[in-house]
């Protein structure tokens, strides 16, 4: 592997007393300001908006990854055949599945327990990319997935396979 050695910026006199990085700074904010504000007075569609959530639905762009969903063969059994190829390469660590022996001979092994901590995921998308048997996608738009408590942000099998509607957990008081 070559080692590409970067080297660190001399600093001047100029950037040591701040004074001018502040000034470039700030010139910036006024920039980005100034042209929204221009932008909106002429009512432009690339004005920069801010989306009253949740009252209005955030929209997020198609190539977006949100939740994740369980997909089934069309006996309605769950595709995934535990073969934790998207346990192993989660970079998060945050899925937990647990194998048992399947009842039937068309697959070795099914996910007795599958679990995803939502709160730990990256939302990489690895874990779909990795599986063999098409077992696993994510959303594009799904958002609601907040929780007030990180236990209730972990989904289990049932959740994620749609079987079961996750509840939002209420407000500690
Ligand atoms: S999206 Fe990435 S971080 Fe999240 S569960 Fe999949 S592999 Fe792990
Ligand atoms: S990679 Fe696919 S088949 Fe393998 S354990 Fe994950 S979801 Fe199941």
Known sequence: MTVKVVERPKHTFATQIYLIEVWKGLAITFRHLFVNLYRHLLRRPNASVTIQYPEDPAVLGHRARTRHRLLKRDDGAPRCTA????????????????????????????????????????????????????????????????????????????????????????IPS
């Open 83 to 170: 073969c934790l190829l998207c346990e192993t390469i989660c970079p998060a660590k945050c899925i937990r599945i647990t194998a048992e022996n399947a009842p039937t001979v068309i697959v070795e092994k099914r996910a007795k327990t599958f679990d995803i901590d939502l709160g730990m995921c990256v939302f990489c998308g690895y874990c779909v990319e990795a599986c063999p048997v098409d077992a696993i996608h994510m959303d594009a738009n799904e958002v609601e997935i907040a929780s007030y408590s990180r236990k209730d942000m972990i989904w289990n099998m049932p959740e994620l396979l749609g079987d079961v509607k996750k509840t939002p957990s209420k």
